[in-house]
């Protein structure tokens, strides 16, 4: 008998948010995106008494936010030992205490706000793959005691089914049900007197400086002292930031646990593909999940996405041999920057208030709630001691050498319009499966879905034109280039894209 498994986030969906009303025409700050990063923002901003409108064209929460395994980590995934190298010892210690901070502000806002969202503090453990090098936990335990967290080298990690070997253990960690935790943010902010408006499609941000005008498809524009494009990568612009960070699938499954086998902590190996692991209580408090994450690859660069599952659930077994059968697989987007912190502030090129949030660099929970203290301070024009830190337009000579490497790899992805396409043809495509096929001088994203009809787009992504490919795991096209989404029916879902893939002809009349 096939398992019945739910090829979507353990954590659900928000669906007790009253709608908004777009009949504002002026605020103080517009905030694009409905994720952790514009949430945080938003709730700083209003608790400030400044007004504030969010809007998203997804729910709140339908993002990357909820593709996430909620880690609040201080342990930065990138490690110490290369944050010092590129940003030097006073960079990695305002990156430790950064990080420190937002775990703490989630703390006492949970506290503030009477948020139930499962928040819990526990350690974190960081370990090596077989055969893997000490020195690497030495260097590390000294950058990150220098950055000032605290850390300790111990036997193993408190496993009870497998000998991690000597790890390194990191204090004062944390973890959360994210969609509740966004849920009490967004509950707060209405009650503080701004606006969630979800539903609503951002087209463009024109600024003069003084007032940024946000447009929206549907033709109402939003004028406001300050924009916030917090959407888990600018959907403005068309090139600067994205030559400085690429999109990364990172995969993750959950797997029942027995209660009494479950040592809570955050649990984190070194290995390439990494993978990390961490549980959760299911919301009436009978079940325990074991939720592991990794097999990362760059967005369209991979055709193997069922074997990521497979290796994720094998890493997992061996390590954990108590867990039970798989609940929920899927995947969610990882904006990785050149040099291993996010892209906190003025956005590069534009107006001095339009603002962005990205890069989370797999520390999506804790950038965006950096974002949320930073942005307020800037939007204020108050000192904050981590500005220069995560500066948008920062260049760090350490950072060249990976700068170099993905606008190549970028730039190699165009190579796909001179391949002929998929072989088989569009009217033997297998049910619910997709095709990139050559039609002419240019090429089609052609899916058949499980009732036999067609779907048919350009394959061009409409962000810088690179050509899609297709992720048969999550029924997604998705661009090799700079990260975009697309449902299979070719909706935008993730950016730098801002627009769908333009509808074309069926494909039963296509010819290779």
């Known amino acids: 008998m096939a398992r019945e498994i739910r090829h979507e986030p353990i954590w659900g969906t928000i669906r007790d948010i009253p709608p908004g009303s777009l009949d504002v025409r002026d605020v103080d700050v517009c905030v694009v995106g409905a994720g952790i990063a514009g949430l945080s923002a938003a709730y700083c901003l209003a608790k400030q008494g400044v007004s504030v409108l969010v809007l998203d064209d997804g729910p709140v929460g339908g993002g990357q936010t909820s593709n996430t395994t909620a880690h609040l980590a201080s342990a930065i995934d990138d490690r110490y030992v290369e944050i010092e190298r590129i940003h030097g010892k006073e960079g990695a210690r305002l990156a430790a205490q950064s990080h420190s901070a937002a775990i703490d502000f989630i703390e006492e806002t949970v506290a503030r706000e009477n948020i139930a969202c499962d928040f819990r503090r526990l350690n974190g453990y960081l370990f090596l793959p077989p055969g893997g090098s000490l020195d690497l936990l030495d260097r590390e335990e000294k950058a990150a005691r220098e950055a000032g967290l605290t850390v300790e080298l111990m036997p193993r990690a408190p496993l009870p089914d497998f000998d991690t070997g000597t790890c390194l253990r990191f204090a004062n960690q944390g973890q959360f049900h994210p969609l509740r935790y966004l849920l ?23 600024s003069d400086g003084q007032v940024a005008k946000v447009k929206l498809d549907s033709g109402r524009t939003i004028h406001a002292r300050a924009a916030v494009v917090a959407t888990n990568t600018p959907v403005i612009d068309r090139l600067a930031i994205h030559t400085k960070q690429a999109g990364y699938l990172s995969y993750v499954v959950t797997m029942l646990m027995p209660s009494s086998e479950v040592p809570w902590g955050l649990y984190w190996d070194t290995e390439d593909p990494y993978h990390y692991a961490r549980f959760a209580s299911s919301a009436d408090g009978k079940e325990t999940f074991l939720i592991v994450g990794g097999e990362d690859h760059k967005v369209g660069q991979a055709f193997n996405h069922d074997e990521r599952f497979l290796h994720l ?66 939007i204020l024009g108050r000192a904050n001691a981590w500005a220069e830190l995560y500066e948008p337009s920062r260049k760090r000579m350490g950072a060249l050498g990976e700068f170099v490497k993905e606008n190549v790899n970028a730039a190699a992805q165009y190579g796909a319009w001179m391949t002929p396409g998929e072989p088989v043809p569009a009217a033997e495509l297998p049910l619910a499966c997709g095709a990139v096929i ?33 992720n048969n795991a999550e029924k997604t096209w998705d661009c090799p280039a700079h990260g975009s989404r697309f449902t299979a029916e070719g909706q935008v879902i993730q950016g730098p894209a801002n627009s769908n893939l333009e509808p074309a002809e069926s494909p039963v009349m296509v010819n290779r």
């Open 184 to 206: 009490g943010l967004a509950q707060a902010i209405t009650t503080a007197g701004g606006s969630i408006v979800t539903g609503a499609h951002v087209q463009t941000i024109e």
């Open 313 to 378: 659930e094998q890493w997992a077994r061996r390590r954990f041999p108590a867990a039970g059968e798989v609940r929920n697989l899927w995947a969610g987007e990882v904006m990785e920057t050149i040099d291993g912190l996010a892209f906190i502030g003025r956005n590069p090129g534009d107006e001095k208030n339009v603002y962005i949030a990205t890069g989370d660099s797999g520390m999506g929970m804790t950038h965006g709630t950096i974002a949320g203290m930073l942005l307020t301070d800037l």
């Open 438 to 470: 050559r039609h002419g001088l240019t090429k089609l994203a052609v899916y058949r879905d499980e009732g036999g009809d067609y779907h048919t787009c350009s394959a061009v992504c409409p962000h810088l034109g690179a050509i899609v490919t297709w």
